[in-house]
């Protein structure tokens, strides 16, 4: 029979390769959905021309002040943005 030393020993050595394992199993997952989301990204065609009319945003009844809704919607043209960066 070994020592109780020798047992924690073991049981440490082959904990810490699991988890060794665990972290790179994951390290090279992330690295690969990085990449798939790099090379899959869809293509950005060219710009819409500035000199086009604004489109008419039809009023379904909600009645939402108009700075609200000038706010909500610079934010949502400067997420767009800086996900298209």
Same mark, same amino acid.
């Given at each position: 029979?070994?020592?109780?030393?020798?047992? +924690?020993?073991?049981?440490? %050595? +082959?904990?810490? =390769? %699991?988890m060794g394992l665990v972290f790179v199993f994951l390290?090279? =997952?992330i690295v690969g959905? /990085?990449?798939?989301? /790099?090379?899959g990204a869809p293509v950005v065609c060219a710009k819409p021309s500035t000199a086009a009319a604004p489109q008419q945003v039809p009023n379904h009844g909600n009645n939402m002040e108009p700075q609200l809704l000038a706010a909500i919607t610079a934010a949502i043209h400067q997420y767009r943005n800086r996900a298209q960066a």
């Amino acid at each position: 029979m070994t020592s109780i030393f020798q047992q +924690i020993s073991d049981a440490l %050595g +082959i904990m810490v =390769l %699991g988890m060794g394992l665990v972290f790179v199993f994951l390290s090279i =997952l992330i690295v690969g959905v /990085k990449l798939v989301a /790099k090379w899959g990204a869809p293509v950005v065609c060219a710009k819409p021309s500035t000199a086009a009319a604004p489109q008419q945003v039809p009023n379904h009844g909600n009645n939402m002040e108009p700075q609200l809704l000038a706010a909500i919607t610079a934010a949502i043209h400067q997420y767009r943005n800086r996900a298209q960066a």
